[in-house]
């Protein structure tokens, strides 16, 4: 079965960090794209950031380098680390991964296949 299980939400101050995971697994890690999405009350759900299965990485020009995705493929795990974290940043995260063949570029804009259950990250002033 395929599962994207989602931890790392949390409720914390301006200027903090947190560790957003993604454990996946009932399909090829390693051969699907893999991204982090977001959705708030006051916005829809927009793309965090991006990687492919050769790990090229593309951002959302919100997260000012403040955001860094990784995968590590030996334990089937996409990470978003999340610095210097601002009230603007109060979201629902999901994760989510697709084929590279329902979505050739790997993009944000493209299909998501599947998705993890969304956590809470909070951020307050």
């Known amino acids: 079965q395929v599962q994207l299980v989602e931890s790392g939400g949390d409720s914390v101050q301006t200027g903090r960090s947190l560790r957003h995971s993604c454990a996946v697994s009932?399909?090829?890690?390693?051969?699907?794209?893999m991204a982090w999405f977001r959705q708030s009350p006051e916005n829809e759900r927009e793309g965090v950031a991006v990687?492919?299965?050769?790990?090229?990485?593309t951002y959302a020009d919100f997260v000012k380098d403040r955001f860094t995705i990784s995968r590590d493929i030996a334990n089937d795990t996409l990470d978003l680390q999340m610095n210097s974290l601002v009230p603007e940043d109060t979201a629902v995260y999901y994760c989510?991964?697709?084929?590279?063949?329902?979505?050739?570029?790997?993009?944000?804009?493209?299909?998501?296949?599947?998705w993890g259950q969304g956590t809470q990250v909070t951020v307050s002033t």
């Open positions: 989510a991964s697709t084929p590279r063949k329902s979505n050739p570029a790997c993009s944000l804009g493209g299909l998501f296949q599947y």
């Open positions: 009932g399909f090829p890690f390693s051969t699907y794209c």
């Open positions: 990687i492919d299965i050769e790990g090229k990485v």
